[in-house]
């Protein structure tokens, strides 16, 4: 993750449902931009963490 993305996850002072949105996007960037699958399924795992109810497919683009 780049220091920019860890940043914003430490003192952006979102909560921990805006962390969730903000890693799913991370990660469907991942995938996007790279092919990187595993890169991306651990921004969603750890996404799920963040937020038990999160609808990861309704953030899909």
Do not use: H, P
């Amino acid at each position: 993750m780049s220091s920019y993305a860890k940043t914003c996850l430490k003192y952006g002072g979102w909560s921990d449902e805006e962390k969730a949105e903000f890693l799913v996007r991370k990660g469907f960037a991942i995938a996007k931009e790279t092919g990187e699958i595993k890169a991306a399924n651990r921004k969603l795992k750890a996404a799920k963490k963040l937020d038990k109810e999160l609808n990861i497919k309704s953030l899909q683009q």
